[in-house]
């Protein structure tokens, strides 16, 4: 009876428990959120979970709307992003930072509807998205409404890669409108007047060294529509045909939040459209050797200070301590064309490139060092700072606007009027050798010292010489737009620099008149023989002097002994 009564309760117990599971649902994997039309929305995706956003608008007239792009953004880390429940990467999903669709209305069709899948791929952390679907009105062009090559054929998003140094923002031709209510979409490259739409690269700039997502999320709302595109962004080169190709470069500053978006115009319709905004920051969140939480490591901030001591130093007294300049001078000329060198024939890491290029340079300081100790040539060695003084003057004038001039798109033109630029300060300053070497040790060792300075304060000042070995190091880069942010911080810096390297030219021409100093340093061997010529006099003039006592000494002791010691005498 125990057993019976036993087996009954388990029954009854089991039946209880399937009632409960049929009135208790199951959670669904999938979390539904609204989303309206010409607006943002901030949504939190848990770990390795979805969501679901219906995008729907029943008062949706298609004389007036032709598409819609739907794209959500992250600030770090990539999620998926489908147009389907089931995520199919090679139809309706992808997996990024920064997805989107284009999204067509047809005259078919009862009111726009659609659902936009969001599903974090991390099993650990939950993500913070933002979601806009934006409504394009007829005839407006398509944003990369034409890509064979993508899984995607209507992909509105924007292809970035980026290094250290550039930034490479690459799309592919967008496609013409149409109107919903009286035609299909169109193909791909199937558009009337599709070859005429133009293309122009806009980027905004915000939060140097700052990770705030809601500082990145915020600046991504500025630029994903025309008209904030229009009123904060910054437009980068000249604008683009079909002819062109879809690639453009700009400079890289690694921690610098940027967002980049393409502006496509149709010149038939005077309408415009916006790609899918992409935020970089010029390095990687993930990467664990050399990502954005090393970017202003604590070594470089101590090497940058020790040299921003050394380039005060020299510019308040580099020229009277000139053997000392050879040698810096003769570091750095065998420093960049070692580094230059390497890093075009040679595949090592940046490390083991820097590594052996400063080894090189000390070497070339010492060899500098005994060519100017044994054969003087102070001409050539004025010269030859005078050179590097051009360098700078140089790098400052193609660091402007007139860096991305057209003519110097091209390789050639671009390194013969830089090398022209470098021999302005040297040509013009020779004839009076000790004012060219006081300018350009105040000029060089005041920027030397603010470069110091600009790496507490994250400047741009330093990529005014970055860029030119940029271009040196890549030369195919040459074509690499120099955009960078100059603000508040740099205004301060550059008028410091300024002011340095008028008080050193001043301080250190005042004192070489008031010491009554020659022009240049004399010899140093020269001054080393006279020395040792000195040295060797006093210590055999002393020889002579003692040997000439003692004979003395000897004549008088025997004078003595003769005058007071013979007997023969008295």
Same mark, same amino acid.
């Given at each position: 009876l125990?057993?019976v009564a036993?087996?009954?309760?388990?029954?009854?117990?089991?039946?209880?428990?399937?009632?409960?599971?049929?009135i208790q649902p199951?959670?669904?994997?999938?979390?539904?959120?609204?989303l *309206?039309?010409?607006?943002?929305?901030?949504?939190e995706?848990? @770990?390795?979970?979805?969501?679901?956003?219906v $995008?729907?608008d029943?008062?949706?007239?298609?004389?007036?709307?032709?598409?819609?792009?739907?794209?959500a953004h992250s600030?770090?880390? @990539?999620?998926?992003?489908?147009?389907?429940e /089931?995520?199919?990467?090679y139809?309706?999903?992808?997996?990024?930072?920064?997805?989107?669709?284009? !999204?067509?209305?047809?005259?078919?069709?009862?009111?726009?509807?659609f659902?936009l899948?969001?599903?974090?791929?991390?099993?650990?952390?939950?993500q913070?998205?933002e979601?806009? @679907?934006?409504?394009?009105?007829s005839?407006?062009?398509?944003?990369?409404?034409?890509?064979? /090559?993508c899984? $995607?054929?209507?992909?509105?998003?924007l292809?970035?890669?980026?290094?250290?140094?550039?930034?490479r923002?690459?799309?592919? $031709?967008a496609?013409?409108?149409?109107?919903?209510?009286?035609?299909?979409p169109p193909?791909c490259?199937g558009?009337?007047?599709?070859?005429k739409?133009?293309?122009?690269l806009?980027?905004y700039?915000?939060?140097?060294?700052?990770?705030?997502?809601?500082?990145?999320?915020? @600046?991504w709302?500025?630029?994903?529509?025309?008209?904030?595109?229009?009123?904060? *962004?910054?437009?980068?080169?000249?604008?683009?045909?079909?002819?062109?190709?879809?690639?453009v470069?700009?400079s890289?500053?690694?921690?610098?939040?940027v967002?980049y978006?393409?502006?496509v115009?149709?010149?038939?319709?005077?309408m415009?459209a916006?790609y899918?905004?992409y935020?970089?920051?010029?390095?990687?969140?993930?990467?664990?050797?050399?990502?954005c939480?090393a970017?202003?490591?604590?070594?470089?901030m101590?090497?940058?200070?020790?040299?921003?001591?050394?380039?005060l130093?020299?510019?308040?007294?580099?020229?009277?301590y000139?053997?000392?300049?050879?040698?810096? !001078? *003769?570091f750095?000329?065998?420093a960049?064309?070692?580094?230059?060198l390497l890093?075009?024939?040679?595949d090592?890491?940046?490390?083991?490139?820097?590594g052996?290029?400063a080894s090189?340079?000390?070497?070339?300081? $010492?060899l500098?060092?005994?060519?100017?100790f044994r054969f003087y040539?102070?001409?050539?060695?004025?010269?030859?700072g005078?050179?590097?003084?051009?360098?700078?003057?140089?790098s400052?004038?193609?660091f402007?606007?007139?860096?991305?001039?057209?003519?110097w798109?091209?390789?050639l033109?671009?390194?013969?009027?830089?090398?022209?630029?470098?021999?302005?300060p040297?040509?013009?300053?020779?004839?009076w050798?000790r /004012?060219?070497?006081v300018?350009? /040790?105040s000029?060089?060792?005041?920027?030397?010292?603010i470069?110091g300075?600009?790496?507490?304060?994250h400047?741009?000042l330093?990529? !005014?010489?970055l860029?030119?070995i940029k271009?040196?190091?890549?030369p195919?880069?040459?074509k690499?737009?120099?955009?960078?942010?100059f603000?508040m911080p740099?205004?301060?810096?550059a008028?410091?620099?300024?002011?340095?390297?008028?008080?050193?030219?001043?301080?250190?021409l005042?004192?070489?008149?008031?010491?009554?100093?020659?022009?240049l340093?004399?010899?140093?061997y020269?001054?080393?023989?006279?020395s040792r010529?000195?040295?060797?006099?006093?210590k055999?003039?002393s020889?002579?002097?003692?040997?000439?006592r003692?004979?003395?000494?000897?004549?008088?002791g025997?004078?003595?002994?003769?005058?007071?010691g013979s007997?023969?005498?008295r």
């Amino acid at each position: 009876l125990t057993c019976v009564a036993t087996h009954m309760m388990s029954s009854w117990l089991y039946v209880l428990f399937l009632i409960v599971c049929m009135i208790q649902p199951t959670p669904s994997f999938f979390v539904a959120q609204t989303l *309206g039309f010409n607006g943002t929305e901030r949504y939190e995706i848990n @770990a390795n979970r979805s969501i679901e956003l219906v $995008i729907d608008d029943y008062s949706l007239s298609f004389k007036q709307v032709s598409f819609a792009v739907l794209q959500a953004h992250s600030q770090k880390f @990539a999620f998926t992003a489908s147009l389907n429940e /089931t995520p199919n990467y090679y139809e309706n999903a992808m997996r990024s930072t920064n997805p989107g669709f284009v !999204v067509y209305y047809r005259s078919s069709s009862r009111h726009g509807t659609f659902r936009l899948y969001l599903k974090s791929d991390d099993a650990v952390t939950s993500q913070v998205v933002e979601a806009m @679907a934006l409504q394009y009105p007829s005839y407006a062009p398509i944003p990369f409404g034409c890509c064979q /090559t993508c899984d $995607i054929d209507t992909d509105p998003t924007l292809n970035v890669t980026f290094n250290p140094w550039y930034t490479r923002v690459r799309f592919e $031709i967008a496609n013409s409108g149409y109107n919903a209510s009286t035609q299909n979409p169109p193909l791909c490259a199937g558009g009337d007047g599709f070859e005429k739409l133009t293309y122009q690269l806009y980027l905004y700039r915000f939060g140097e060294m700052s990770y705030s997502e809601d500082l990145a999320l915020s @600046a991504w709302q500025k630029m994903a529509t025309v008209d904030g595109l229009k009123s904060h *962004g910054t437009e980068v080169g000249s604008s683009l045909s079909l002819a062109d190709i879809k690639l453009v470069t700009v400079s890289s500053v690694p921690g610098q939040g940027v967002v980049y978006n393409i502006l496509v115009y149709d010149p038939n319709t005077n309408m415009e459209a916006v790609y899918v905004p992409y935020i970089s920051y010029g390095c990687s969140f993930k990467a664990k050797v050399d990502g954005c939480d090393a970017v202003g490591s604590v070594l470089t901030m101590v090497i940058m200070s020790i040299a921003g001591l050394i380039g005060l130093f020299f510019c308040f007294a580099g020229h009277r301590y000139f053997i000392i300049e050879v040698f810096l !001078v *003769g570091f750095l000329y065998v420093a960049f064309f070692s580094f230059v060198l390497l890093s075009n024939y040679v595949d090592w890491s940046h490390d083991a490139r820097l590594g052996t290029s400063a080894s090189l340079g000390i070497l070339g300081g $010492i060899l500098f060092f005994i060519i100017y100790f044994r054969f003087y040539l102070i001409l050539g060695f004025v010269l030859l700072g005078g050179v590097v003084l051009g360098f700078l003057f140089s790098s400052l004038l193609f660091f402007t606007p007139f860096g991305d001039l057209s003519p110097w798109q091209n390789l050639l033109d671009y390194w013969v009027a830089f090398v022209c630029g470098m021999l302005i300060p040297a040509v013009f300053l020779l004839m009076w050798p000790r /004012t060219l070497n006081v300018v350009t /040790t105040s000029v060089v060792g005041s920027y030397v010292f603010i470069i110091g300075v600009n790496t507490y304060v994250h400047g741009v000042l330093s990529y !005014v010489v970055l860029d030119i070995i940029k271009k040196a190091v890549m030369p195919g880069e040459i074509k690499a737009y120099t955009d960078y942010p100059f603000e508040m911080p740099d205004i301060i810096l550059a008028s410091v620099w300024g002011f340095l390297s008028v008080t050193g030219i001043i301080f250190q021409l005042w004192r070489e008149r008031k010491d009554k100093r020659p022009n240049l340093p004399p010899w140093p061997y020269q001054k080393w023989k006279a020395s040792r010529s000195r040295n060797y006099g006093s210590k055999s003039g002393s020889v002579e002097r003692s040997g000439e006592r003692r004979r003395l000494l000897e004549t008088a002791g025997s004078d003595s002994v003769s005058s007071y010691g013979s007997l023969s005498d008295r």
